[in-house]
């Protein structure tokens, strides 16, 4: 573990006796719950990554279309400069 030996882990464990004593157990269970707050946390966010992923495919654009020609279905009214013949002559 880390490269240590059983003689360097025997120091440290006896240097964490002296350092905190009787509150040995409360660090201990302190840093047990940071690390699983910390796990959970990035599992938080390794879920959050993997998810905005799915819906940006979702909002990938359309391929383009080619134009297409339209046709109208009614021909096109025609306009005429000239006006119309009066069908009564006009009384002078």
Known sequence: MFGLGGQELLLLVVLGVLLFGRKLPEVGRSLGKTAV??????????DEVSES??????LDPEPV???QRVTPSTPKPT??????APSVPPKV
């Open 53 to 58: 992923s799915s819906p940006r495919a979702a």
């Open 37 to 46: 707050e910390f796990r959970k946390g990035l599992k938080g966010l390794e």
């Open 79 to 84: 306009f005429d400069d000239a006006p119309a």
């Open 65 to 67: 279309k080619a134009p």
